[in-house]
């Protein structure tokens, strides 16, 4: 990029600069592009980092136990609660692994 840019040319350009800013100045406005330079670097970094970690993979709804309390068993016979258990503790494992 500044290849093409020779001694003459960079002492032009601070010249102007200088005439421009002031050489009171010029230290200020050195500082604040260093400190520009340096946070977009580091925004830069944050970014890669967000980008290449690899993703979260959220865990499966957990299925709640029947509270027995609740449930009204007048209308059910001991098998069906039974088959019902057994179904939800199956559930649970699958959902587990």
Known sequence: MFESIGTGELLLILLV?????????????ARGLGKSISEFKKAMRDVETELTKPAATPEPPRLKAPNPDLQNTSDKSGDDSHLEQKIL?????????
């Open 89 to 97: 503790d199956d559930t649970q494992t699958r959902t587990q692994h």
């Open 17 to 29: 600069i200088v005439i421009f800013f002031g050489p009171k100045k010029i230290p200020d406005i």
